[in-house]
Structures are given as C-alpha cells and as structure tokens.
C-alpha cells in the first residue's frame, strides 16, 4: 500500500490531527488570554465529581429539584472562599506584621548584616596571597555590577509582560462566573459541543478529551503529591528551627508549590521575611532549608513523581523539564511533561486507530 492509498484511506483521520496540533498552538499562542478559563476547567473538573456525588445523596423530587445544582455550586463557593479568606487572612497578617517591624529596625539588620557581610569578605580574602586579592576585589565588584544589571533587566522585562498580565487579571475577574455557568450546565455544554461534530469526528473528540482528561487528572495528583512532600519536609525543618509561624509558612510552602517555578521561591521568601522579622539569626538557615528542599525536589522529586504519574522515564522527564524551559521558558517548564504525556496517549490512540481497518481486513480474509 503506497502513501497515496493511506492518504485516502485515512483522510478524515489525519486531518482531524492536523486540526488537533493546531489548536494545541492557538492555546499556547493565546496562553495569557487563555490560562485563567483553562485554571477554570481544571477546578470544575476537581469539582464536577464531588457536585454529582453530592446530587445523588439529596432528595431526587420536590420543587427544588433544579436548584440543588445551584445550591451545591454556592455552598462550594462559600467553603472555597472561606478557606481561601481565613489562610489568606493568617498569613498576610504574619508578614504584615514582619514588615512592620523589619521597617523598625531596618537601619540596624541593614548595618548588621552588612558588617557580618563584610567580616566575611575580609576573611575570605585574608586567606589568599596580596598577588591575588586585587583579582578578588575586582571579581566582588564585577559581580556586583552583574546582579545589578540582572536586576534592572529582569525589571524592564517584568513590565514587558504588564499588558498580558493585565488581560491575564481581567480573566481570573471573571473566573468566578465561568466556573459558575461551567459547573450548572456542564452536560448541556458538553452535548452542544459534541452535536457541533459528525458522529464520525464527535467519537474521535470524545476519545480525545477523555486522554486529555486522564493525563490531567494524574498531573494534578502529581502536582498535589510534590505540594504535600514539600510542605511536610518544611514544616519538620521549621519546627527544628524553633520558627514561629512554622504550620503557616509550610502550609504557604505546600500551596506555592502548585505554582510552577516561581511559587516555591514565593513561599521561600515570605518564610524568610517573617523569620527575619521574628527571630533574625535563623533567618540564614530558614533561606538554607527551602534552598536545599528546592534542590532535592528539582532534582529527584520532581522527575520520578511526574514521571511515574504522568507514565514517563524520570530522565525523560528530566530532559523534557530542560529543555522545555530553553524553548518557551515558563511556559515551557510547566507543560512539557504533561504535553508530551498527551501527545503519546493521543499517538498510541490514533495509530490503534489506523490499524483496525488492516486488522478487519485480515480476519475478513
């Protein structure tokens, strides 16, 4: 059988791929208009199972058989923004407070920990040959323009991404009601959008979102299970430390995990402000813990857990987070794991696919 007989053959079919890669680039194109609807889908499909369990315990008759849904949306709502309002609450109150009285004593940590810096440094150099400090002071001084430089960059390229952050806020804004509207009408969504296909490409979509649905279930329970490793690792080590606010800054820790990249550094900095604040000398070992909980979770964590969930080789993963993060940054660190966790489940379906004329032909024959 030559190319053009598979072509016809399977015409339908890989066009409908064709269809699928370019709308998996129109997402990616339009990730920062995109990402709060997306976050939206992925919430509605945590909740989805525990609204329709929760309908099958209620009463089936009476006047009030179309609000339960409605009912049970709310009493989510209200228990979600509770929680969210109440840990919000305590932590914002801790580092408020730390602000308060690092702006008090800002003059001294400052003098402090620039003499212990410069302590440090004079140490550091006294260990070298006099031939060889002038190399360090240069050195010291090259790396101070360096950082200097970086941090003006990274400021000018932060407010660079203002207009797709602002578009990006106008989304969440309005997250509450799409979720609302997804989560009460989520089986007439899904049977307008099927109707919108032949029953030829509406079973094909189907199959394929309930790939996408299955990778991004286990990528949340990978997601959830580094969120609760991390927190439990930082909480042990705080409460060595003696650090107050130790159950709150490793729930912080476990939450910002769930934020790719910059969470852990979120969760990291705030500890170490509220430390600095509340007990100053632990604050150097504070930033060394979530340092080292960072590194052992990038390195090890990370790979074997998403692999293992996501059905991945960890040093698959490994390569994928690297290179992920030289082609499309960010963006690229989050979704090169579970995208190519997609892309082989939709593989594996569509090559099965194509086979099964060959395999009905053979038991015809």
């Known amino acids: 059988m030559n190319a053009a007989d598979i072509f016809k053959r399977h015409r ?49 008759r009476g006047k009030w058989l179309k609000a339960k849904r409605v009912f049970l949306i709310l009493l989510i709502f209200i228990i979600l923004f509770g929680l969210i309002g109440f840990f919000s609450y305590y932590i914002v109150t801790a580092v408020i407070e730390a602000i308060f009285v690092l702006m008090d004593n800002a003059s001294a940590i400052i003098s402090n920990s620039l003499l212990s810096l410069q302590q ?23 790396a101070g323009v360096t950082l200097g430089n970086t941090i003006e960059g990274a400021f000018v390229k932060g407010m660079s991404f203002v207009p797709s952050t602002f578009s990006m806020v106008l989304g969440f804004l309005a997250l509450p009601i799409f979720l609302f509207y997804v989560l009460k009408d989520s089986e007439r969504l899904k049977a307008g959008f099927y109707s919108a296909f032949s029953p030829w490409l509406a079973e094909h979509v189907r199959n394929i979102l309930s790939i996408i649905e299955r990778v991004l279930g286990r990528y949340i329970r990978a997601q959830l299970m580094l969120g609760f490793i ?47 604040a509340t007990a100053p000398a632990k604050a150097l070992w504070v930033a060394v813990l979530f340092l080292i909980v960072q590194i052992l979770e990038n390195n090890l964590l990370v790979p074997r857990i998403q692999g293992g969930y996501l059905r991945l080789n960890p040093a698959i993963t490994m390569l994928l987070l690297v290179v992920g993060a030289y082609i499309a940054g960010l963006w690229g660190i989050i979704l090169a794991a579970p995208l190519t966790a997609t892309t082989v489940e939709i593989y594996r379906y569509f090559r099965l696919k194509m086979k099964e004329p060959e395999i009905s032909q053979a038991g015809q024959l």
């Open 12 to 60: 339908g079919l890989i066009f409908f791929i064709l269809a699928v890669v370019i709308a998996f680039f129109l997402i990616y194109a339009l990730k920062s208009a995109v990402l709060p609807f997306v976050f939206g889908l992925v919430l509605a499909y945590l909740f989805l199972p525990v609204i329709n369990w929760a309908e099958q315990k209620l009463p089936r």
């Open 230 to 276: 991390v927190g439990y690792f930082c909480l042990v080590g705080l409460m060595v430390l003696d650090v107050d606010f130790a159950p709150a800054l490793a729930a912080l820790a476990a939450v910002t995990e769930l934020i790719p990249i910059i969470g852990p550094w979120i969760g990291g900095a705030v500890a170490v402000i509220v430390t600095l």
């Open 120 to 142: 440090w440094t004079e140490g550091f150099r006294e260990r070298f040959p006099s031939e060889m400090q002038q190399q360090i002071d240069d050195l010291i001084m090259n």
